[in-house]
């Protein structure tokens, strides 16, 4: 059987995931007879998910071949009671237990290269789901052969080779196997798809199912030069700074919609991995960013949000900094939020302790040369500071309880030599 194995070294340690099903067994017998020279070293790793009474038999059955074969195996118990309780699906939730403990457990045993037995029947089903389900535009249409995962890769060595070719490989090398009796259940979709709705497909003469890897070829070229346009605009077109992301509003505009979801996604992803933002979503948010609006919270979660700041829009991170009042009875350097606070020794006894704060409803300063007084939300609209912003500045009080700095903006004349503020975020 011709399978891919550029996807690792001589040196390397392999785990194989093993279901007991046909596919697996097949990799499994090929990985150890005809190939056993291309790796080091190889572990079977067998995920019992106990929903169905046949798992008991499968999980006997595979460490008894493993042990008639002399082939080290890990066995890893899945709890799911819970969710078949409630009448849930455990399908996208035990596949991301199974690939936690494959992560872990990889690591435990130093094996660095994990192979699945995916093939090309997979493949289709795999293409046929995403373009059916609208999860075409924004990731690869299909499997990749192989990628790098956190501390290992993963690579699927039959993905060019058909279901007929392992099944004809099966009877001919008699590869023992156990059939999993839900794959017949067209309850679930991806069973339906493979079962129904190809085989239909295909029965078709001018049909033919296999056109579709055609168009994942086409399609993952042009995903490509998606991701390369976004990377160079975000090169050109933002500034970092610390958790804050500004992007020129503007340019942004000026994007084909394609084009600035991958680059929201691309900027959302610290954030945003295990829940994508809809497409719905993104079309309102482009709708804001399109109209007249000079200041405005797009969106806001309790861990980051994105703002309209005139001619830019900013995506802001939030960090555990403390911004709980402090008072300050000496000089010396203290951190405020983003902030760094510098008393220095010329602070008189007369001034301290010093109280630092967030705003409050009614602050006012005092004008130089006592000009009269002035709002704090006044002074921060005239100078454009960002309504994030806003709620994070440094207000400092002297010991009479009155204003004499606001962050970076505002210090009063006689205490410009005795306090220095930075933004360090900045």
Known sequence: MNIYTQGWTENDHLAIAVSTG???????????????????????????HGI????????????????????????????????????KSIQHTAREQRYDWFETHMKTIGANVLVTAHHQDDQLETIFYRIMTGRSTRSPLGMSVQETRPGFKLVRP???VTKRVIRQYQVTNEVPYYEDASNTDNHYVRNDIRNRILPEIDE???????????????????????????DRFI?????????????????????MHSQKTTVMDKLLNKWTKNQPISEHAYHEWFAQLESSAAQAVIYATDKWNI??????????GYTDTDLTPKRITQSGHYQFGTYQIIIDETIEDADLPIVVRVRQAGDRFVLPQNRGHQKVNRLMINRKVPGYERDR??????????????????????????LEITNLGV
């Open 307 to 316: 703002q309209i700041v005139y001619d830019k829009f900013i995506i802001m």
């Open 158 to 160: 039959l993905l060019n």
């Open 204 to 230: 078709n003469p001018q049909l033919d199912v296999s056109q579709l890897l055609k168009l994942k070829q086409w399609h993952d070229a042009q995903f490509q030069q998606l991701q390369d346009t976004a």
């Open 22 to 48: 046909v596919d697996s067994m097949v990799l499994l017998d090929v990985l150890t007879t005809e190939f056993a020279h291309t790796y080091q070293k190889l572990t079977v790793l067998h995920v019992n």
């Open 393 to 418: 500045l440094p207000i400092l009080l002297n010991k009479q309880g009155e204003i004499v700095a606001v962050g970076t903006l505002f210090t009063a004349p006689n205490y410009e030599k005795k």
């Open 52 to 87: 169905r009474e046949a798992s008991k038999e499968e999980e006997q059955f595979i460490r008894d071949y493993c042990e008639k074969h002399q082939i080290p195996l890990a066995v890893h118990h899945l709890d799911l009671s819970e969710l078949t309780a409630q009448g």
């Open 235 to 255: 090169q050109e077109n933002t500034e970092t700074e610390q958790e804050r992301i500004n992007i020129d509003r503007n340019a942004f505009n000026q994007l």
